[in-house]
C-alpha cells in the first residue's frame, strides 16, 4: 500500500518562497508518476505540476509555470514543490498524489484526478498580500 505525507506548508508574504515536500512509502514507488494539486476555498481542486516516475519530464499549469518547480527524488522517496515569487491567490490546501497510469496517457487526459490513486492529506499554504 502506497501511502503519502506531505509537509513544508505555511504562511509567507506575497513574493516570498516556500517548498512543500511529500514522503512517499510502499512498494515501487519510484516507478509512479506523481503530482501536486491544490484546491482554495470556494473552488474545485486543480493540478499545478506533475513528473515522470524517472523524473525527467514535467509538467505546469500555467497559473505557475516560471514560479513553481516540481521535482523528485527517487532514492530517497520523496516528492517536492519549489514555490517561489507566490501570491495570495496561491493560497489553498497543496496535496500531492501518486499514479500507476502512464505518463503519456496522464498528459493525454490532462491529469484527471480519478487517474490518481493515492493521495496525501494535504498541506496548507497561505500567502498574505
Known amino acids: 500500500q502506497v501511502q503519502l505525507t506531505e509537509s513544508g506548508g505555511g504562511a509567507v508574504q506575497t513574493g516570498g518562497s516556500l517548498r512543500v515536500s511529500c514522503a512517499l512509502t510502499?512498494?515501487?514507488?519510484?516507478?509512479?508518476?506523481m503530482a501536486w494539486f491544490r484546491q482554495a476555498p470556494g473552488k474545485e481542486r486543480e493540478s499545478i505540476a506533475a513528473?515522470?516516475?524517472?523524473?525527467?519530464?514535467?509538467n505546469y499549469a500555467s497559473s505557475v509555470y516560471h514560479r513553481f518547480t516540481i521535482s523528485r527524488d527517487n532514492a530517497a522517496n520523496m516528492l517536492y514543490l519549489q514555490m517561489n515569487n507566490l501570491r495570495p491567490e496561491d493560497t489553498a490546501m497543496y496535496y500531492c498524489?501518486?499514479?500507476?497510469?502512464?505518463?503519456?496517457?496522464?498528459?493525454?487526459?490532462?491529469?484527471?484526478?480519478?487517474?490518481?490513486?493515492?493521495w496525501g492529506q494535504g498541506t496548507q499554504v497561505t500567502v498574505s498580500s
Open positions: 498524489a501518486a499514479s500507476t497510469v502512464s505518463w503519456g496517457t496522464l498528459l493525454l487526459r490532462r491529469l484527471l484526478q480519478s487517474d490518481f490513486q493515492y
Open positions: 510502499g512498494d515501487s514507488v519510484s516507478s509512479l508518476s
Open positions: 513528473i515522470s516516475s524517472s523524473g525527467r519530464d514535467t
